[in-house]
T-cell receptor, first 113, second 113 residues
Framework: ETGVTQSPTHLIKTRGQQVTLRCSSQ?????VSWYQQALGQGPQFIFQ???????GRGNFPPRFSGLQFPNYSSELNVNALELDDSALYLC????????????FGQGTRLTVV | GNSVTQMEGPVTLSEEAFLTINCTYT??????LFWYVQYPGEGLQLLLK?????DKGSNKGFEATYRKETTSFHLEKGSVQVSDSAVYFC????????????FGTGTKLQVIP
């Protein structure tokens, strides 16, 4: 059984650019959530996908968008990058949208310069 | 809305000392409560959880009891090791609805030999 994997591990982008982050959920999991963790802070919920549909969203602007594919892997897209988007982006997967346990990946460290 | 408050760090302890990290929460109903650990440069690992009042979660010598009357979920360990040095996050998932994990700001623990 493989865990949650994210790619890339590190990324540097320029302000105004667009970025795509990827996540492969743990085998058998159909729910993926994305979190943003700024330096020295706790993770903040961005959104959740269940069976390819977004079914929950945190307080993030529309330039943060996502996709979930039939194999339950997921992408997080961020347009018009801002310096404050620099953070660790974490993906979590679980079985079912109301499951009480989420398994996290190692994260993607995004730096916007 | 839901929120988690945990004691500010950093917490510095000598090896074999007793550890307590305080955590209180605000949420309606009966949320599920968690402690996650984050080692330097890594993602989040689930340390322990409790899904109903008076439950005790435990793992690797760490324990926490779900106290509904005081809305608390304090983390304890009887004898810490250098390898326990990490950032610890208290978190909750609300009852019902989709799975959005709300995290505290994290408490950094440093254990010195």
């Amino acid at each position: 059984e493989t865990g949650v994997t994210q790619s890339p591990t590190h990324l540097i982008k320029t302000r105004g650019q667009q970025v795509t982050l990827r996540c492969s959920s743990q085998s058998g999991h159909n729910t993926v959530s994305w979190y943003q963790q700024a330096l020295g802070q706790g993770p903040q919920f961005i959104f959740q996908y269940y069976r390819e549909e977004e079914n929950g969203r945190g307080n993030f602007p529309p330039r943060f968008s996502g996709l979930q594919f039939p194999n339950y892997s997921s992408e997080l897209n961020v347009n018009a990058l801002e310096l404050d988007d620099s953070a660790l982006y974490l993906c979590a997967s679980s079985l079912g949208q109301r499951n009480t346990e989420a398994f996290f990946g190692q994260g993607t460290r995004l730096t916007v310069v | 809305g839901n929120s988690v408050t945990q004691m500010e760090g950093p917490v510095t302890l000598s090896e074999e000392a007793f550890l307590t990290i305080n955590c209180t929460y605000t949420a309606t109903g009966y949320p599920s409560l968690f402690w996650y650990v984050q080692y330097p440069g890594e993602g989040l690992q689930l340390l322990l959880k409790a899904t109903k009042a008076d439950d005790k979660g435990s793992n690797k010598g760490f324990e926490a009891t779900y106290r509904k009357e005081t809305t608390s979920f304090h983390l304890e360990k009887g004898s810490v090791q250098v390898s326990d040095s990490a950032v610890y996050f208290c978190a909750l998932i609300p009852s019902g609805g989709y799975q959005k994990v709300t995290f505290g700001t994290g408490t950094k623990l440093q254990v010195i030999p």
